[in-house]
């Protein structure tokens, strides 16, 4: 299958900051990507949709000004969490969608704890 | 509201017998399905799509699709212990945008 890589893999960061989580789709080109955030043991939680070239649709509920996505380019979105707090620690996860494969590939997932 | 009903299990199958993992979903519009993998603090690995009623074998996988019965299901045969994970079925909104995900069946295969 089609690879997609996220950065950091871990992340450790203090109350109040701000982090970026990088997606990229590495041998294959995504006009869409979905980022997603599951708390241990539950299910994914779809947070937002992310096309290149345009605004991000965020699911009901997720804070768009909380969560910045920005997709400038065909293989790579970012995700900063602004402000970040303890709950908010989560595992990041990423998708690309390989539009000529119809298919949906994971990133291996970013781990945030906020202290 | 669009969903994507799995049963939570556990199910708990020994070595070397089926495993058979099912989803209904409620958007008579959707096209495409898709079996995805979880092990526990990974993120999910695609093992199986299916967009056509019937069946899908790939080695030890079998996907079946019945779009009638709104109703998908993976079967894993000879399973093993490395098959004990979570099993996320997911379906495509009928705008084919964006993946609906069922909470998933955890799989234990005992030795």
């Known amino acids: 299958g089609a690879v997609v890589s996220q950065h950091p893999s871990w992340v450790i960061c203090k109350s109040g900051t701000s982090v970026k989580i990088e997606c990229r789709s590495l041998?294959?080109?995504?006009?869409?990507m979905f980022w997603y955030r599951q708390f241990p043991k539950k299910s994914l939680m779809l947070m937002a949709t992310s096309n290149e070239g345009s605004k991000a649709t965020y699911e009901q509920g997720v804070e768009k000004d909380k969560f910045l996505i920005n997709h400038a380019s065909l293989t790579l979105s970012t995700l900063t969490v602004t402000s970040a707090h303890p709950e908010d620690s989560s595992f990041y996860i990423c998708?690309?969608?390989?539009?000529?494969?119809?298919?949906?590939?994971f990133g291996p997932g970013t781990r945030l704890t906020v202290l | 509201q669009k969903e994507v009903e799995q049963n939570s299990g556990p199910l708990s199958v020994p070595e070397g017998a089926i495993a058979s993992l099912n989803c209904t979903y409620s958007?008579?519009?959707?096209?495409?399905f898709f079996w995805y993998r979880q092990y526990s603090g990974k993120s999910p690995e695609l093992i199986m799509s299916i967009y056509s009623n019937g069946d899908k074998e790939d080695g030890r996988f079998t996907a079946q699709l019945n779009k009638a019965s709104q109703y998908v299901s993976l079967l894993i045969r000879d399973s093993q212990p490395s098959d004990s994970a979570t099993y996320l079925c997911a379906v495509n909104n009928q705008a084919g945008t964006a993946l609906i995900f069922g909470k998933g069946t955890t799989l234990s295969v005992s030795s």
């Open positions: 041998d294959f080109q995504a006009t869409t």
């Open positions: 998708s690309a969608r390989d539009s000529t494969a119809n298919e949906q590939f």
């Open positions: 958007d008579r519009g959707s096209q495409s």
